[in-house]
């Protein structure tokens, strides 16, 4: 089985401001990885996602990610928010390996933009 | 339609009344998954489906929630006599393809807006 521990809860930023999202992993198996942002009232949409290869991982929206295994660790940043970045955002795995694509999801993490 | 859509968007039941929720995915979708986010938490897995074949049900939390999809298309999630712990929103997300473990076979889910039940 896997788990995801999202520690922030919300994250508050100034506009133009930098900003990482945290997301640690624990799974006995090898693993994917995602990022998912959901506005109010719409559904989940992928920012990003690890498979294999370059553990830097470049999404939608200027937002980008790095894998690391030895901390189990998939943290999210942006180097400059906008008002629009406005949102709640989940860390989510699934195992990697063919019959078993249900992903396990964090409890996410509210990005709030101060203008 | 070009995404998933689900029906109603929102739904208040009484308690004990029995409800059913309709999932459309996009067309041609081989997978269909159905997830539960309650209030200030992130999505849980309920059931999966390939084609008509429901291959995972581990995660519906009780006899009282029903899952099917006759045709391999349209899924329906039916729960029974609702508890006001059912009270969340229910996400559907489809993916085209079989899938599979290497990466460059895997495909990506994409989620519908959620119904949301409020169960009185």
């Known amino acids: 089985a896997q788990s995801v521990t999202q520690l922030d809860s919300q994250v508050p930023v100034f506009e133009e401001a930098p900003v990482e999202l945290r997301c640690n992993y624990s799974?006995?198996?090898?693993?994917?990885l995602f990022w998912y942002v959901q506005y109010p009232n719409q559904g989940l949409q992928l920012l990003l996602k690890?498979?294999?290869?370059?553990?830097l991982v470049k999404g939608i929206n200027g937002f980008e990610a790095e894998f690391n295994k030895s901390q189990t660790s998939f943290h999210l940043r942006k180097p400059s928010v906008h008002i629009s970045d406005t949102a709640e955002y989940f860390c989510?795995?699934?195992?990697?390996?063919?019959?078993?694509?249900?992903?396990?999801f964090g409890t996410g993490t509210r990005l709030t933009i101060i203008p | 339609g070009a995404g998933v859509s689900q029906s109603p968007r929102y739904k208040v039941a009484k308690r004990g009344q029995d409800v059913a929720l309709r999932c459309d995915p996009i067309?041609?979708?081989?997978?269909l998954f159905w997830y539960q986010q309650a209030l200030g938490q992130g999505p849980e897995f309920l059931t999966y489906?390939?084609?008509?074949?429901?291959?995972?049900k581990s995660g519906l939390p009780s006899d009282r929630f029903f899952a099917e999809r006759p045709e391999g298309s349209v899924s329906t999630l039916k729960i029974q006599r609702t508890q006001q712990e059912d009270s969340a929103v229910y996400l559907c997300?489809?993916?085209?393809?079989?899938?599979?473990?290497?990466?460059?076979?895997?495909?990506?889910?994409?989620f519908g807006p959620g119904t949301r039940l409020t169960v009185l």
């Open positions: 997300a489809s993916r085209g393809g079989r899938g599979g473990a290497a990466p460059s076979r895997y495909n990506e889910q994409f």
């Open positions: 799974s006995s198996v090898s693993v994917y």
């Open positions: 690890y498979l294999s290869g370059s553990t």
């Open positions: 989510a795995v699934s195992a990697a390996w063919f019959g078993n694509e249900k992903l396990t």
């Open positions: 067309s041609g979708h081989v997978s």
């Open positions: 489906f390939q084609n008509e074949a429901q291959l995972d």
